[in-house]
């Protein structure tokens, strides 16, 4: 009679069997195939196929069993001992078996020796690894663009590693994160599924909070109007922590597309400048006026005249003096951002018909060398007032001009209304 396989003699496939337990991303299909294939590899070594021979798993309780199938015939007429038993060798596991009957006999791994076991084992974990892998990938694959939150498990100085619930390892390079985040280990974080990649058979899933499409879903979170539809987010740029401009635009008359966002007192939009380490966030109604749409683009500044160019896709705004450093922005962010924002290349000048005593920054072309003129003009500076209204540190950043540089040009410029 069929004896039942002991404990010591399959211990190394159930112990298989319990970390493939542990393992993620598996459906029990996949599972079950995986474990009938390696198996049936093992047998098919021993015997030379593994067609006539039936595997049963029960992989909650780590069982396996294997039974061999073979036809009796008559003695002496065996031609295939891997399908055929002879009629002797039949009945003496039973003995009412008849010619012409099926004969299954339960297999013991114990006689396939240790190092096949261990082979099959070996090659099970590769296999399931594998599948757990493929698993990952095709979950955050089908997850790109979702926001997601996780746990710091480790910072390093070019990457942070998130570990999300089912432990999977998450990786949030520092170019992605907002220059003001700090993690240590143990902290929440949230960011957006940016990309997923198979290096190596191995899923590497990007996480990124500068990307305007975290951003985006953040509004998402917190307005259900954009959540549902209502209002739609047309378009979003970014210097992350430092500022962003979204223009919004709602097919309902009837809903104010910026004040939905923005909410009562500022109470939607004040949990997304939070998370996103005090980012001023500029929310702009849109328009397909042009003019119009570089104008809001550009607040707080208030522009007297715009000009443009379609063809140059150029804009040529004229502002009052004291509005030049609003439309300019810390950093020429605020005309950087708008500029992105409408698709403009964006010039700012001075109205001159408030400024007839400024001077054509061309004038100084005897004692200031022409490229450096050129630096000037590019953005936006094209009278010496307008070169003095303005920071040195905001010039230096917004020009490939040295500090020692425009300190002279500064001198130069002044000496002209001394």
């Not at 299909?29 to 006539?52: C, P, Q, R, W």
């Not at 739609?232 to 004040?259: F, M, N, Q, W």
């Not at 109205?351 to 490229?371: A, G, K, R």
Request: proline fraction near 3%; glycine fraction near 6%.
């Amino acid at each position: 009679m069929k004896k039942t396989l002991e404990k010591d003699e399959n211990a190394e496939l159930v112990d298989a069997f319990s970390e493939f337990k542990e393992l993620k991303n598996i459906d029990r299909a996949s599972m079950m195939s995986i474990l009938e294939d390696v198996f049936k590899n093992m047998i098919k070594k021993k015997y030379g196929t593994a067609d006539n021979f039936d595997i049963v798993i029960n992989t909650d309780k780590g069982d396996l069993e294997a039974f061999r199938n073979r036809l009796i015939v008559e003695d002496g007429q065996v031609e295939d001992e891997s399908t055929q038993i002879s009629y002797s060798e039949a009945i003496k596991v039973e003995p009412d078996f008849e010619v012409g009957e099926d004969f299954s006999e339960k297999i013991r791994f114990s006689d396939f020796g240790r190092r096949a076991v261990l082979a099959a084992r070996q090659n099970l974990m590769a296999r399931v690894q594998e599948l757990e892998k493929e698993g990952i990938f095709k979950k955050y694959k089908d997850r790109v663009g979702e926001i997601i939150t996780g746990e710091v498990y480790q910072t390093w100085k070019k990457e942070t590693l998130v570990m999300d619930d089912d432990s999977n390892e998450l990786i949030l390079p520092k170019n992605e994160q907002i220059p003001s985040d700090f993690f240590k280990k143990g902290d929440s974080v949230r960011a957006v599924v940016l990309r997923v990649e198979m290096i190596n058979g191995t899923p590497k899933i990007i996480l990124s909070r500068t990307s305007p499409l975290f951003l985006e879903k953040l509004f998402e979170l917190e307005v259900p109007e954009v959540f549902d539809g209502l209002i739609t987010l047309k378009k979003i740029v970014r210097e992350p922590g430092e500022r962003a401009k979204v223009a919004v635009e709602s097919y309902d008359d009837r809903i104010d597309p910026v004040g939905a966002c923005v909410g009562m007192k500022g109470s939607r939009i004040h949990g997304i400048v939070r998370e996103l380490r005090n980012e001023n966030i500029d929310v702009i109604n849109y328009t397909t006026n042009n003019p119009l749409f570089i104008s809001r683009a550009l607040a707080p500044a208030k522009i007297t005249t715009i000009k443009l160019d379609e063809e140059k896709k150029r804009a040529s705004v004229f502002l009052k003096p004291d509005q030049v450093s609003l439309a300019i922005g810390k950093g020429g962010n605020n005309i950087k951002l708008a500029g992105r924002l409408t698709g403009y290349e964006i010039d700012v000048y001075r109205d001159t018909d408030e400024d007839s005593e400024d001077v054509d920054i061309d004038e100084f072309s005897d004692e200031i060398e022409p490229w450096i003129l050129d630096e000037l003009k590019n953005i936006g500076c094209d009278t010496a007032k307008s070169v003095l209204e303005l920071p040195i540190e905001d010039l230096v950043k917004r020009t490939d001009l040295e500090e020692e540089t425009i300190k002279e040009v500064i001198r130069i410029l002044k000496s002209e209304f001394e």
